[in-house]
């Protein structure tokens, strides 16, 4: 179990551009969380996942936003057109999902400035 | 909706002392409870949880944690701080009519001084 590991762990970009990140969950884990956090404040859901399925969506996911979790494994969220606001910390979270214990771990983020 | 209210967002204790921070919880139905730990630059980690059955909840470094119904309330606390306590806390709610996202609150900043 090497925990859930996140990629890049910074990126720093120009507003306008593109960019994409990506989340390795824990192994057996079937659930995949997306949260974002700013300076100062609690982390906020964005999406999760159970298995390839996106089953739920933030109103804080805005049409720039968009995740895939293709085979169930890994996820990439990919923000298109950055601004400023985008700059956060993008938090990734998985679960062994079904039972009202399922448990969040997180990754150790990637920190996104854009310029 | 659920919401998570962290009393004191910054919160200085001496080593050795009390440590209590403050987390107070609105859900329509019995929630599942959760404190977390953030170092500077890293993500969370999970230092304790409530789901069902004893209220009072023992985490990791000596942290615990007690759910009280009637106070809606889950306040975290460790008997006497050490310096590598210091770092940012966070209450969370998962369930209780909110789905499998958790609702975190704004953390609280524990400081542990000499």
């Known amino acids: 179990d090497t925990g859930v590991s996140q990629n890049p762990r910074h990126k720093i970009t120009k507003r306008g551009q593109n960019v994409t990140f990506r989340c390795d969950p824990i192994?057996?884990?079937?659930?995949l969380y997306w949260y974002r956090q700013t300076l100062g404040q609690g982390p906020e859901f964005l999406t999760y996942?159970?298995?390839?399925?996106?089953?739920?969506k933030s109103r804080l996911l805005s049409d720039r936003f968009s995740a895939e979790r293709p085979k169930g494994s890994f996820s990439t969220l990919e923000i298109q057109r950055t601004e400023q606001g985008d700059s956060a910390m993008y938090l990734c979270?998985?679960?062994?999902?079904?039972?009202?214990?399922?448990?969040?771990?997180f990754g150790p983020g990637t920190r996104l400035t854009v310029l | 909706a659920q919401s998570v209210t962290q009393l004191g967002s910054h919160v200085s204790v001496s080593e050795g002392a009390l440590v209590l921070l403050r987390c107070n919880y609105s859900s329509s139905v019995p929630p599942y409870l959760f404190w977390y730990v953030q170092y500077p630059n890293q993500g969370l980690q999970l230092l304790l949880k409530?789901?069902?059955?004893?209220?009072l909840v023992k985490g990791i470094n000596g942290f615990e944690a007690e759910f009280k119904k009637s106070e809606t309330s889950f306040h975290l606390t460790k008997p006497s701080a050490h310096m590598s306590d210091a770092a940012e806390y966070f209450c969370?709610?998962?369930?209780?009519?909110?789905?499998?996202?958790?609702?975190f609150g704004t953390g609280t900043q524990l400081k542990v001084e000499l």
């Open positions: 192994s057996e884990h079937n659930r």
């Open positions: 996942f159970q298995n390839e399925a996106q089953l739920e």
């Open positions: 969370a709610v998962r369930g209780g009519g909110g789905g499998n996202k958790l609702t």
């Open positions: 979270a998985s679960s062994l999902g079904g039972g009202g214990t399922d448990t969040q771990y």
């Open positions: 409530y789901t069902t059955g004893a209220t």
